[in-house]
C-alpha cells in the first residue's frame, strides 16, 4: 500500500478504535478477542485469549455485554456460560470448518455402538454436539480432561489430529473421530524440514491440531497460549511457529526481543479474519447478531463446559 493509502488506513482505524472504547461504555461491554484475530481486533480487545482462557473469562465477567472476536462455536460457549448475559459476534459468517465436520446424528450412532464410553468433546463444536457430551475440553486442558474421565473407552470428537496426540498419553481405548482443521492440517513435514535449514537455530514450536508427522518434530507441542508462554520463558531467541499466524501479534508483544517465522504463509484461519474493527463498531451499535441457543440445549451443553471448567 502506498504511504497515503496506509495514512489514510491509520486514521480510519484510530476513528474506529475510539468509536469502540464509547461504546464499551455506553453498552457496559467486554471484547473478548482470539489470538488468531487480525493485530487490530487484538488491540482494542478487554482481554486476548485460547479458546479455554477465552470460555473462562466469558463465565466470570461482570460485563451486560460480550463482544465476541472469534469464531461462531466461541461466541456459543460464551452464551451457554453466561446465558444471562448478551453476545453478540461482529460476523456471522465466522464458523470453524471442523466444528462442522461432525453431527449429532453420527455421534449418536457412535454412541449406541459404545454404550459405555463416555464423549469427550473439543470445544471447536457446536452447541447441539456439547449437548451430546459428557466433557468438553480445549488444547490447553485435553490430556487433564482424558485423564480425569473414569471410564475406559473414550468417543472423541471432532479432531482426529489432537485426538491422535491425546491418546499418547492415556491407555485408555480411544474412538477418534475423522474431523480436523483446514488450516493447521495444511503445514507438512516438508515445509517444517525446510524451514528448519533456513533457520538452524530456531526451536520449532506445534500446535496439537497439527497432523501426527508434524507434531513429532516440535521441539514444544502445545495449545496457542502454551506456545507463547513457552517461548516468553525459553532462553531460545528464535522460533519456527506452527500455529496460527494471529499468534504473532501476542508472541512479539511478549518477546519483542526473539524472532519468529511462521511455518508456512498457509497457516491462516480465513474465518479468524473476516472480523474487522468496522464490524465491531456495527455489531456495538445495532447490538446484532446476537448467539441464540435454545435453552434445552444450552442446559445440557453448560453441563459439558462446567465439568470441563472443573477439571484442575
Ligand atoms: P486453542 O485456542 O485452544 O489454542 O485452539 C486453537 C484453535 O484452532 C481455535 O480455533
Ligand atoms: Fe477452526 Fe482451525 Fe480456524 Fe480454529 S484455526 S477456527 S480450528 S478452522
Not at 93 to 101: F, K, L, Q, S, V
Not at 142 to 169: R, T
Request: charged content about 30%; some cysteine.
Amino acid at each position: 500500500m502506498e504511504a497515503l493509502a496506509l495514512e489514510r488506513k491509520a486514521e480510519q482505524n484510530r476513528e474506529l478504535k475510539k468509536r469502540i472504547e464509547e461504546l464499551k461504555k455506553e453498552r457496559n461491554a467486554i471484547i473478548l478477542a482470539h489470538y488468531y484475530q487480525r493485530d487490530e481486533v487484538q488491540e482494542v480487545a478487554d482481554f486476548r485469549g485460547d479458546s479455554f482462557l477465552l470460555a473462562q473469562k466469558a463465565a466470570q465477567t461482570d460485563a451486560e455485554v460480550i463482544v465476541f472476536c472469534g469464531v461462531h462455536f466461541m461466541g456459543e460457549s460464551a452464551k451457554i456460560l453466561a446465558p444471562n448475559k448478551t453476545v453478540i459476534i461482529p460476523d456471522e459468517r465466522a464458523g470453524c470448518p471442523m466444528a462442522d465436520m461432525v453431527n449429532v446424528e453420527g455421534l449418536k450412532a457412535l454412541k449406541r455402538q459404545h454404550p459405555k464410553a463416555a464423549v469427550v468433546t473439543y470445544i471447536n463444536s457446536s452447541a447441539e454436539i456439547k449437548a451430546e457430551t459428557d466433557i468438553c475440553c480445549t488444547s490447553a486442558n485435553a490430556v487433564k480432561v482424558i485423564q480425569s474421565v473414569d471410564a475406559e473407552e473414550i468417543i472423541w470428537v471432532p479432531d482426529k489430529n489432537l485426538g491422535h496426540y491425546v491418546s499418547q498419553y492415556t491407555d485408555k481405548k480411544m474412538i477418534i473421530w475423522e474431523g480436523y482443521c483446514n488450516t493447521h492440517d495444511m503445514l507438512t513435514v516438508k515445509d517444517v524440514i525446510e524451514m528448519k535449514a533456513q533457520h538452524p537455530n530456531a526451536q520449532f514450536v506445534v500446535h496439537p491440531e497439527c497432523r501426527p508427522e508434524v507434531v513429532e518434530l516440535g521441539d514444544f507441542v502445545g495449545s496457542t497460549t502454551a506456545i507463547i508462554k513457552y517461548c516468553k520463558e525459553s532462553d531460545c531467541k528464535e522460533f519456527i511457529v506452527g500455529t496460527e499466524d494471529g499468534t504473532g501479534y501476542q508472541l512479539r508483544l511478549d518477546s519483542p526481543d526473539k524472532t519468529f517465522h511462521f511455518a508456512t504463509k498457509f497457516l491462516v484461519c480465513p474465518n479468524m479474519k473476516v472480523n474487522n474493527l468496522k464490524k465491531i463498531v456495527r455489531c456495538m451499535e445495532t447490538m446484532q447478531p446476537q448467539i441464540y441457543v435454545p435453552p434445552q440445549v444450552a442446559e445440557k451443553a453448560r453441563l459439558s463446559l462446567e465439568r470441563m471448567l472443573q477439571v484442575k
